[in-house]
């Protein structure tokens, strides 16, 4: 009759009137079963490991991508408005809104009594590198602002839909 006594780091089986010496360890039995005596992962498990990594990083960078575009345009929205308070002050000291030959130049420029400008430096370009497009009909007294969205172009829709001061106004 053989007893097993499991002992930490192991377990040995021994039989009654053995001696110290003549206890043997006991082959632990994998919890797997054999494939041929290599043990690890298979190529088609690897590979659809693989797969859904790819899946999941591929919808993460959809979405991120996403999110970056619409908070590209809330920004370029934002700064607008900006331009447009900015503009409302240059006519409310001045009387009028600037020429298209002034530009957007005109309104980060120290004011008249040592004011700050009206607009920093920095404001005259959109989230995507472009300068704000203004223009200002010499025989009209409405401007238009525009940026141009994420291509640069006139037109397009979603990221690359332009942004007009006439849509912040509605």
């Given at each position: 009759?053989?007893?097993?006594i499991?002992?930490?780091?192991?377990?040995?089986?021994?039989?009654?009137?053995?001696?110290?010496?003549?206890?043997?360890?006991?082959?632990?039995?994998?919890?797997?079963?054999?494939?041929?005596g290599?043990?690890g992962?298979?190529?088609?498990?690897?590979?659809?490991?693989?797969?859904?990594?790819?899946?999941?990083?591929?919808?993460?960078?959809?979405?991120?991508?996403?999110?970056r575009?619409?908070t590209?345009r809330l920004?370029?929205?934002?700064?607008?408005a900006?331009?447009?308070?900015?503009?409302?002050w240059?006519?409310?000291?001045?009387?009028?809104?600037?020429?298209?030959?002034?530009?957007?130049?005109?309104?980060?420029?120290?004011r008249?009594?040592?004011?700050?400008?009206?607009?920093?430096?920095?404001?005259?370009?959109?989230?995507?590198?472009?300068?704000?497009?203004?223009?200002k009909?010499?025989?009209?007294?409405?401007?238009?602002?525009n940026c141009?969205?994420?291509?640069?172009?006139?037109?397009?829709?979603?990221?690359?839909?332009?942004?007009?001061?006439?849509?912040l106004r509605?």
């Amino acid at each position: 009759m053989t007893r097993a006594i499991k002992i930490i780091g192991g377990a040995f089986s021994f039989r009654p009137g053995l001696r110290l010496g003549q206890i043997t360890t006991l082959k632990k039995k994998s919890v797997w079963p054999a494939r041929g005596g290599a043990e690890g992962f298979t190529l088609a498990e690897s590979l659809i490991v693989i797969v859904i990594i790819g899946l999941v990083a591929g919808i993460i960078t959809v979405n991120v991508q996403r999110y970056r575009n619409n908070t590209k345009r809330l920004a370029a929205q934002q700064d607008l408005a900006n331009i447009m308070q900015a503009l409302d002050w240059f006519w409310a000291e001045h009387g009028r809104f600037p020429s298209t030959d002034e530009g957007l130049e005109v309104l980060a420029n120290t004011r008249q009594g040592g004011l700050g400008p009206l607009l920093d430096n920095n404001q005259g370009l959109d989230p995507w590198g472009q300068p704000y497009r203004y223009s200002k009909p010499a025989a009209s007294i409405a401007y238009t602002l525009n940026c141009l969205g994420a291509d640069s172009l006139t037109g397009g829709d979603g990221a690359n839909a332009d942004i007009s001061s006439k849509d912040l106004r509605r």
